[in-house]
């Protein structure tokens, strides 16, 4: 992967069972290097399944010449025995992967979700990262044109200046049947207009951010660079922006399960740590296809498995906030599941 610090590493995660051919797309739109943590199951991982991930990835980076620059690939086994385990050339050979997967239910599907390590899995890319910068996204998120190149030249003059200043991207989702993936704001609007485009997760609220209008009305900067449009205060329990930030911001707390505010708890603390939230101009990223009533559904019952625990959780998070950040006590929201 490549070492130079100036620039910023996409932090991802994702399950092993989820590696295949589709990985491509997290390569079509960004330029900088990627740090990806693949999650085995608590139980004892299949050796097979290992094997499988790992030629499966050995092939990718063989055939694409930007993966073998820009991928490194971390391995998360829960299972404390996997401690110290090698992988053998001869194994990784000869495994075959050919044969079909086996169906799991929807029982399975909710067990294995509810209990995804998904913090563990974000802060461990994350630390094995090698540059200054970071973005820690989702599988599927895709990229505007020069979203890397613009972010690190305003990266550059604003982070360092104050660390404690986030470089918020807007995020949206898109119709699946789009041929062509928007590469600007204005390709983004054309959507738009066409109600093939919309905010991500719009009807929860948590990705929304205000003066999007102004934001589409602005022309777009030089071809390299970008600007803050506003700072926006964090005044909701809800909010949860994607940004752009130095690697020494704050750690995803692991006590936090996965569907249950996993990725809102990094703002929270970020807010009682006295962080700025800087709205950025130009740049955006994408979610192909809109969640469906099944997948809502889904990750719906696997909050209910884990909202127990995560009150637990919650508790606890707001005791070491109150602890490590007394004074902003009353300058941030109330933190509620």
């Not at 970008?226 to 809800?238: C, L, V």
Request: with cysteine; glycine share 2%.
């Amino acid at each position: 992967m490549e070492d130079d610090p100036e620039i910023v590493t996409l932090v991802l995660h994702m399950s092993f069972n989820r590696l295949d051919s589709s990985i491509n797309k997290q390569f079509s739109t960004w330029t900088g290097p990627i740090s990806l943590a693949v999650v085995f199951p608590f139980e004892f991982p299949d050796p097979k399944e290992v094997l499988c991930a790992v030629k499966f990835l050995r092939e990718f980076r063989k055939n694409d010449s930007n993966a073998l620059q820009k991928l490194s690939v971390h391995f998360l086994f829960q299972n404390q025995e996997c401690s110290g385990s090698t992988i053998d050339e001869e194994s990784v050979n000869n495994v075959n992967c050919e044969e079909p997967e086996e169906q799991i239910t929807d029982v399975m599907k909710i067990r294995q979700m509810a209990s995804y390590p998904v913090n563990e899995a974000r802060n461990l890319a994350r630390n094995l990262s090698l540059t200054n910068y970071i973005v820690i996204a989702d599988m599927d998120q895709l990229f505007s044109k020069n979203f890397e190149t613009k972010m690190i030249s305003l990266a550059q003059k604003k982070l360092i200046q104050d660390p404690k200043t986030v470089l918020v991207y807007r995020i949206f989702e898109i119709a699946d049947d789009v041929e062509k993936f928007p590469e600007t704001k204005d390709d983004l609007l054309s959507l738009f207009t066409e109600d093939k485009a919309q905010e991500f997760h719009k009807y929860y609220g948590a990705h929304s951010i205000p003066e999007l209008q102004q934001w589409f009305d602005l022309p777009e900067n030089p071809e390299n660079n970008t600007e803050i449009q506003f700072y926006q205060p964090y005044q909701s329990h809800h909010w949860e922006p994607r940004f752009v930030s130095l690697r020494t911001i704050p750690f995803h707390d692991t006590n936090f399960y996965y569907s249950i505010r996993d990725n809102t708890v990094l703002r929270w603390e970020m807010c009682r740590a006295g962080f700025k939230f800087a709205i950025v101009e130009d740049v955006f990223t994408f979610h192909l296809g809109y969640k469906t009533s099944e997948e809502k559904q889904l990750v719906g019952r696997v909050a209910s498995v884990v909202h127990r625990n995560a009150l637990k959780s919650l508790k606890k998070f707001n005791e070491r906030m109150d602890r490590v950040y007394p004074k902003t006590k009353r300058t941030c929201p109330m933190y509620v599941l």
